[in-house]
């Protein structure tokens, strides 16, 4: 979209000289703002209610307890289209070992139950966050189910891989009885795109997806498609020891990010989510 100056008027700017689109995900679109005060990033969603950006807005004050995160400046709606006017940070290079304890950190601020304060209906795969008092029924009945389900409505889904996901339902189901399981603040999106350094190597949490769960859930995004090194890792563990058998509820983890991805995206994650179903 072309933004307007009329339409740049009305943010809560005293003046915008000019606005560059830059890449901001595949849902928004994203500019750099240029003013005399320095530059803002501003991400708008055409014809969309103000409430589209009200889960990241929170997330965003939730994660800055802990983590580095873009100062948020305003969101609303101008001319029917929502905005979100933020920060704009120069990037550079930082420390994985750094990045790992800054997760962990983020992982030690804990609420009473699992779930966050508003929904997330964001994007294909809206997500429901009512808040639960058990991790197991809140990961299956409000994450794995409905993407289960969503398959099999897009014609994604059929008897095997069915039976292969009862299979694994029970083992979530065994493996989590007797868990201590502490209501950890997640960033819920954790792949290598949505953290980044700042210019003087300060590791930054951008563009969450945030609820309270088991901390090793937001783990299993960083190990599907890269971007954590082993420094990653070792600084985590060193701030937050993980408990034992991590690793082997791991897959039961990855499994709910790659059935999301077969939703979005089709029978390119087939394979994968087969793989991990194979494996009970």
């Known amino acids: 979209m072309t933004l307007t100056a009329d339409w740049l008027k009305q943010l809560p700017l005293r003046q915008v000289t000019s606005a ?59 001319d029917g289209d929502a905005y979100l006017l933020m920060e704009f940070l120069e990037t550079g290079h930082g420390s994985q070992y750094a990045l790992g304890e800054t997760v962990a950190r983020v992982h030690h601020v804990t609420a009473p139950q699992f779930g966050f304060d508003q929904d997330n209906a964001v994007g294909k795969l809206p997500k429901n966050n009512h808040w639960q008092s058990d ?80 901390r090793e859930f937001d783990l299993a995004m960083t190990t599907i498609f890269g971007g954590f090194t082993q420094d990653f890792y070792k600084g985590y563990q060193a701030a937050y020891p993980l408990p034992a058998g991590y690793a082997e509820r791991l897959p039961h983890y990855q499994l709910y990010y790659l059935l999301a991805h077969l939703n979005l995206f089709g029978e390119a994650y087939g394979g994968a989510v087969d793989d991990l179903l194979a494996r009970g």
């Open 135 to 214: 991790w197991t029924t809140f990961y299956l009945e409000q994450r794995l189910d409905p993407l289960v389900q969503r398959a099999q409505t897009h014609n994604l889904w059929n008897d095997r891989r069915q039976a292969g996901y009862d299979q694994v339902r029970q083992h979530i189901i065994t493996e989590n009885k007797g868990r201590d399981i502490t209501p950890s603040l997640l960033h819920g999106d954790l792949w290598a795109g949505n953290y980044l350094f700042t210019a003087d190597g300060t590791p930054t949490l951008i563009d969450p997806d945030t609820l309270y769960g088991d």
């Open 20 to 78: 560059t689109p830059v890449s901001g995900g595949d849902i928004n679109e994203a500019f750099r703002l240029s003013t005399p005060e320095g530059p803002y990033f501003l991400l708008v969603q055409p014809r969309t209610p103000a409430s589209f950006y009200q889960h990241e807005v929170a997330g965003l004050k939730a994660l800055s307890q802990a983590a580095n995160v873009p100062e948020v400046f305003g969101t609303g709606t101008i």
